[in-house]
């Protein structure tokens, strides 16, 4: 395919560097490319043999109609990306590509963009060493994991926690967090444990990283610890000085990832408050 690429004299160079040798480049005397109109692009076309071109490429800011030019001289005219040095992996996708006249190029795209993008990070993940796995998660040494907490978790029926778990997924998450109120019973987290365990082991709803979605708990109460790591989720998310001697040694004995929790330092007015009392 025969693609001329058209664009105006600041960003010259910026599209002579995008395009390569997969386009040529038409330069229209006007310094933004953005105000080219059909009238312009008609008397610079003068100068080039057009008829060779299968298709031209106008800048994807431009809201000029061309229709008519696009009749009259008998070559597709379409809207490129918005941006010049988008024209690089636009143009790979020409031959395949039927653009439009009023979507600029990037944005008909952008799906497949976003495709491209994320074989890309799974291939960077699938080739990466890890420190250690939370399920069958990698950790550390690849790419970046993104954690997505349920507030409430255990308030959730089961209709409303899946959609939220599956929202999340949608969304990019590779954990998911179970936020647990301060009112909720050992029963609840069990219940909301299991649920969302069978949800992340479902083929439909697996990460982009791992075939399982990890399941983490977010508490401090060491016996909804417990009972939410004997239904099985992947990683405990609140140990701090606490709850450390209480549940600690179970969590070590049953190899759960953990995550510590530094108490912050008192302040000193908060120092101070004390010392009073001791006093009085």
């Known amino acids: 395919m025969k693609i001329l690429v058209v664009t105006g004299r600041l ?4 599209v002579r560097s995008a395009v390569k040798d997969f386009a040529d ?15 312009l692009l008609k008397r610079t076309l003068q100068y080039v043999y057009h008829p060779y071109y299968d298709l031209i490429l ?11 030019l696009e009749e009259e001289i008998g070559v597709k005219i379409r809207l490129g990306p918005k941006h010049a040095y988008d024209l690089s992996w636009v143009l790979k996708y020409a031959e395949e590509t039927e653009f439009s006249k009023t979507i600029p190029a ?3 795209l952008a799906s497949k963009l976003q495709e491209e993008a994320l074989s890309k990070i799974i291939e960077i993940e699938s080739k990466s060493d890890y420190k250690f796995k939370i399920g069958d998660l990698k950790i550390g040494g690849g790419t970046m994991k993104v954690m997505a907490e349920i507030v409430d978790a255990t308030k959730m029926d089961k209709v409303e926690l899946i959609k939220k778990i599956k929202d999340f997924i949608e969304k990019g998450a590779d954990i998911i967090d179970l936020g647990v109120s301060l009112d909720a ?3 609840e987290v069990q219940r909301t444990v299991k649920l969302a365990k069978s949800v992340s082991s479902d083929a439909m709803f697996h990460s982009r990283y791992a075939p399982t979605l990890p399941i983490s708990i977010d508490t401090l109460n060491p016996d909804l610890i417990k009972a939410a790591i004997e239904e099985g989720v992947d990683l405990v998310l609140s140990l701090d000085s606490n709850n450390l001697k209480k549940i600690g040694e179970y969590i070590a004995n049953k190899e759960v990832p953990a995550v510590r929790t530094l108490s912050p330092s008192p302040s000193p007015m908060l120092l101070k408050g004390r010392f009073r009392r001791h006093i009085d």
Do not use: H, R
């Open 11 to 14: 960003a010259e160079n910026t």
């Open 25 to 39: 480049v038409l330069v229209v005397d006007i310094n933004i490319a953005a105000f080219i109109t059909p009238s």
């Open 58 to 68: 106008i800048p994807g800011l431009i809201s000029a109609d061309f229709s008519k």
């Open 106 to 108: 990037c944005e008909l």
């Open 185 to 187: 019973s050992i029963s």
